[in-house]
T-cell receptor, first 115, second 113 residues
Framework: EPEVTQTPSHQVTQMGQEVILRCVPISNHLYFYWYRQILGQKVEFLVSFYNNEISEKSEIFDDQFSVERPDGSNFTLKIRSTKLEDSAMYFC?????????????FGEGSRLTVL | SQQGEEDPQALSIQEGENATMNCSYKTSINNLQWYRQNSGRGLVHLILIRSNEREKHSGRLRVTLDTSKKSSSLLITASRAADTASYFCATDEVQGGSEKLVFGKGTKLTVNP
């Protein structure tokens, strides 16, 4: 069964360092998303991406964050200069249609620890 | 505004009992979805109910939607220890052509063997 894959599963970084989280969405999906979940808390929307551009982003997704689909298969989230409060589980998701009509398929997440 | 608030925050039951979780939301929606998350894992889609539907079943799951009260419930019948997980409702937002699903805080369900 096709699945969304994310790498790395866990990354530890120093404050101020750049981090790139990678995702391979399901191949025929057109919509891509990043969410994050701080330990024990709610799942927060970061950004949605469709047709090679950001379709929506949250207040969390400030200038330190960027997304890219560099080669038609990978979907990356870059955090330019990490802060302690960026420590969280980051989930990538994809869907065939937009969220107002269909389900999202999530990866297993990348745990980011900022020291 | 805060979409998708589940209650209770935590629920502990015995195997074989039914578990009911509720979700309230604030804005008009196209659909409401329920997801499950095992500890430390990704979210898995359970069921989607459209705004013009009132009830939907999938196996041991029953979801209701009351758009007049802006609320939904998820019922898991004959629960099993393997149902232990967090359950989240998620809604889209009709207004403004939103392209996101907004998740609630979740209900942590523990099913004791």
């Amino acid at each position: 069964e096709p699945e969304v894959t994310q790498t790395p599963s866990h990354q530890v970084t120093q404050m101020g360092q750049e981090v790139i989280l990678r995702c391979v969405p399901i191949s025929n999906h057109l919509y891509f998303y990043w969410y994050r979940q701080i330990l024990g808390q709610k799942v927060e929307f970061l950004v949605s991406f469709y047709n090679n551009e950001i379709s929506e982003k949250s207040e969390i997704f400030d200038d330190q964050f960027s997304v890219e689909r560099p080669d038609g298969s990978n979907f990356t989230l870059k955090i330019r200069s990490t802060k302690l409060e960026d420590s969280a589980m980051y989930f990538c998701a994809s869907s065939v249609t937009g969220p107002n009509t269909g389900e999202l398929f999530f990866g297993e997440g990348s745990r980011l620890t900022v020291l | 505004s805060q979409q998708g608030e589940e209650d209770p925050q935590a629920l502990s039951i015995q195997e074989g009992e039914n578990a009911t979780m509720n979700c309230s939301y604030k804005t008009s929606i196209n659909n409401l979805q329920w997801y499950r998350q095992n500890s430390g894992r990704g979210l898995v889609h359970l069921i989607l109910i459209r705004s013009n539907e009132r009830e939907k079943h999938s196996g041991r799951l029953r979801v209701t939607l009351d758009t007049s009260k802006k609320s939904s419930s998820l019922l898991i019948t004959a629960s099993r220890a393997a149902d232990t997980a967090s359950y989240f409702c998620a809604t889209d937002e009709v207004q403004g052509g939103s392209e996101k699903l907004v998740f609630g805080k979740g209900t942590k369900l523990t099913v004791n063997p």
